[in-house]
């Protein structure tokens, strides 16, 4: 069974390497692919597509409601001796004339909410891409890790053929011939290690990019132009949780205001027209205004309810401003380390190779073991890791930093795609279309649509 897995992994491996280099994809490419490709965007789009419906509802609050009704029933007089069907067919509306604001507040206040749903898309859209980001750097950087470790075991086999060469003429003892046979079995392990990392990268790149890797190429850091202080400024008017944050703020103030109108008198025009077989038709029209007079204190708490979730709501804002900050702060930190530690691994490399290379000849003429001849491979090995390794978490935290300022968008990015304009749907529904309106029936063929 184990043998098995370790055949699907090493097909794995193998599949992704075997890739022509006329079909490597750029960042770019898988970014796209991401964006494209998302449930999780296609989750939250649905979701702010019902946010709007919310503000249809509460428009329609404001116009005028009709309704029909019909009745009939069937009695049996003891004067009459036969049934008596009676009917009654009524159509009733109703209009709000003045409620103290109540409704057009709540319509005020739904639209703070969709704009703060639509930050929350966006948040999601810089997650969605973050995730492809680290994704595509993981599986290029697990590529160059299986490389790496290929070379290794061809290079310690050769070292392991020529100990066993110098052994057979004398040279070298057989522990000299045992130390190499064993640092092959770690690389050969190593390589096995690396391939299975290799093979969960690229299952965990199907899922952040919707497709299989194809052989992902070089990138470079994305530019940062600013400087730690100048970029928490600017993730502080810019970040999506925090303008999320803003306009639940905004809404939660109007939900007070709301809340209070509902102590002020309301105005209604009422009517009806009744049709009755048996007599006369009816009519009436008139005006009903009312208000609260006593209702045991429950429209004062829910004033000071709203109250109290406005100042949670106010909160919640500082907290996820220093949040975002913090954010900032860490992944400046991150792309500073990665940078030193890749430009120190440049040079860790310059050194090893020449160490290296210098103990391989020193070893020819019989003036250093193979364990050094090892030691010196196995420290080149390590620098060039470190470099790979660095490499990937340079890139990885430079688009961290940009996520954290609120810039990892396919709109920042200039990515090719096909961006979701969420006023579309917003500009259709907002006036409260009924279902036999033009309006309304296009929404319906658009959501038809979207469902297929």
């Known amino acids: 069974m184990i043998r098995q897995a370790g055949m699907v992994v090493t097909a794995i491996v193998l599949s992704l390497s075997a890739i022509a280099p006329a079909r490597a994809e750029t960042l770019a490419d898988a970014l796209t692919a991401a964006y494209n490709n998302s449930g999780l965007l296609e989750q939250n789009r649905a979701l702010l597509r019902a946010t709007d419906e919310d503000l249809a509802q509460a428009v329609a609050s404001t116009l005028p409601v009709i309704n029909w009704s019909f009745n009939a029933s069937t009695t049996r007089p003891r004067s009459v001796g036969t049934d008596l069907i009676q009917s009654t067919a009524r159509i009733s509306g109703s209009l709000t004339l003045y409620d103290g604001g109540a409704n057009r507040l709540a319509i005020d206040a739904q639209k703070e909410t969709i704009l703060g749903t639509r930050q929350s898309l966006r948040a999601v859209e810089q997650d969605v891409l973050q995730r492809a980001v680290e994704a595509y750097m993981n599986v290029r950087r697990d590529t160059e890790f ?17 100990a066993q060469d110098r052994f057979e003429v004398g040279e070298v003892t057989r522990t000299d011939v045992a130390l190499a046979e064993a640092r092959l079995a770690a690389a050969r392990s190593l390589l096995a290690a690396a391939e299975g990392t290799l093979a969960r990268s690229a299952e965990e790149f199907r899922v952040a990019v919707g ?3 194809n052989a992902p190429v070089q990138v470079s850091p994305a530019p940062v132009s600013r400087n730690i202080a100048e970029a928490k400024a600017f993730a502080v008017r810019n970040h999506p949780s925090i303008l999320e944050t803003q306009h639940a703020v905004s809404a939660a103030e109007l939900n007070i205001r709301r809340a209070e109108a509902a ?5 209604s025009l009422q009517g009806f027209i009744a049709t009755d077989p048996e007599f006369e038709d009816s009519r009436q029209i008139g005006i009903e205004a009312g208000g609260p007079i006593y209702n045991g204190g429950r429209l004062s708490s829910q004033i ?30 991150f792309l500073l380390v990665a940078r030193a530690s890749r430009e120190a691994s440049d040079q860790q490399i310059a050194a090893a190779q020449t160490a290296f290379d210098g103990v391989r000849e020193e070893a020819t003429l019989g003036a250093r073991t193979t364990l050094d001849v090892l030691n010196a491979e196995q420290e080149l090995l390590d620098a060039r890791a470190n470099l790979i390794s660095a490499q990937a978490e340079e890139v990885i935290a430079s688009y961290a930093l940009l996520s954290a300022m609120g810039l990892l968008t396919v709109d920042h990015l200039r990515l090719p795609v096909q961006q979701y304009d969420p006023s579309l749907y917003y500009n259709m529904a907002k006036d409260a279309p009924t279902l036999q309106s033009a309006e309304g029936q296009a929404l319906d063929r658009v959501l038809r649509a979207i469902g297929e």
Not at 146 to 162: C, D, H, P
Not at 263 to 267: C, N, T
Not at 306 to 329: I, K, N, P, Y
């Open 211 to 213: 497709r299989a890797p």
């Open 263 to 267: 102590l002020r008198p309301s105005v």
């Open 146 to 162: 299986v490389s790496l470790r290929r070379n290794n075991v061809r290079l310690i086999t050769q070292e392991f053929r020529a």
């Open 304 to 333: 000071r309810q709203f109250m109290s979730r406005r100042d949670a709501t106010r909160a919640g804002l500082h907290l996820t401003r220093l949040g975002v900050e913090q954010q900032v702060g860490n992944a400046y930190s």
